[in-house]
């Protein structure tokens, strides 16, 4: 389908963005456009003007910043699968980079694009979460840091403002991290998705399509730190989560491949 009509304005900085974020309550930042754009052609979102940050140049990096890495929220997907600094210190985040879509999709789509749209379905949001990762938003009255857990309110909806954007993610170095990603052709979202890495000695896991967003499973992580095998702890996976049932499964189908997945990604942790 053709998009609604809307307007188009190219961002030159972020304070730009901002201010013309603030002439129109239905603008929109346009990233990647990857997800943006695919809702704009079905007509689920209809922003009257695009505010294009594709060309803030200065949002994409990836670098150490004591025990943390920061990575600039317009890094591409691609960018992610071969930084070095990230393959050094953060292996898992280039490693769920590359299971997302397929080249093209890879070589536009953008970290910040995949937090700020707030999909259940996302591979990264589920690893960032894991991670405990912060995001770090600009606002016209100045920039705030929000934790990944408090991030993510519903499907699609997340605690950004709407005249805020979102600048920075920040994780925390691993050493030892995974991502089993479920799907049912090449190039497909995720049936189900698990992430397990260890955080500071504590093994954390995340789950994708799970709920209506990013799900951490404490049950799992919980059993764990209590001394349970990882047979035992799996079988909390399902525990406080809401698996959708769609056409690619149903939502017991979902409870058990994600228990099968966490037992999985345990033993490769
Ligand atoms: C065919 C196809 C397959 C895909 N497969 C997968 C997959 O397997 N796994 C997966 O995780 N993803 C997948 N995606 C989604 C892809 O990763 C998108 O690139 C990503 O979700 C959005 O990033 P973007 O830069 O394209 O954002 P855009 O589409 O430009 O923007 C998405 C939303 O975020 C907002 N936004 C963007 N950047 C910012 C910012 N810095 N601050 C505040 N708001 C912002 C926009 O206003 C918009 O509401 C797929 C997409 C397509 C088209």
């Known amino acids: 389908m053709i998009p609604a009509a809307f307007e188009y304005e190219l961002a030159g900085s972020v304070d730009e963005a901002l201010a013309l974020l603030g002439r129109d309550e239905d603008a929109k930042l346009l990233a990647g456009g990857h ?7 079905l007509r689920i979102s209809r922003p009257s003007l695009l505010v294009d940050i594709g060309r ?5 990096y990836v670098r150490e ?34 299971l997302i879509g397929d080249p093209q999709v890879r070589h536009r ?6 937090v700020a749209h707030g999909d259940p379905a996302s591979d990264l949001t589920t690893i960032l979460l894991t991670l405990d990762a912060d995001f770090v938003a600009q606002g016209t009255d100045g920039t ?9 309110l519903g499907p699609f909806d997340t605690a950004l403002a709407r005249q805020e954007m979102l600048t920075e993610i920040r994780i925390p170095k691993v050493a030892a991290g995974t991502y089993l990603k479920h799907v049912r ?17 504590r093994v954390q896991i995340g789950l994708t399509s799970m709920g209506p967003t990013p799900l951490r ?3 799992v992580e919980e059993a764990l730190a209590g001394g349970a095998s990882a047979a035992e702890a799996a079988t909390h996976t399902a525990d406080g989560t809401e698996p959708p049932s769609d056409v690619s499964a149903s939502s017991a189908y979902r409870a058990h491949l ?12």
């Open 35 to 41: 997800s943006l754009v695919p809702a704009m052609r």
């Open 56 to 60: 803030l140049d200065d949002l994409r």
């Open 65 to 98: 910043d004591g025990d943390r890495i920061a990575i600039g929220a317009l890094t591409r997907h691609a960018a992610l699968v071969r930084d070095p600094v990230l393959a050094q210190h953060c292996a898992v985040i280039g490693a769920v980079a590359a």
């Open 109 to 114: 789509g953008t970290i910040g694009g995949s």
């Open 144 to 152: 705030r840091t929000i934790p990944a857990a408090e991030f993510f």
């Open 185 to 201: 052709r090449e190039h497909d979202w995720a049936t189900v998705g698990v992430a397990a890495a260890r955080v500071d000695g």
């Open 217 to 219: 499973a404490r049950s």
């Open 258 to 269: 994600a228990q099968v997945l966490v037992e999985r990604a345990l033993a490769e942790l």
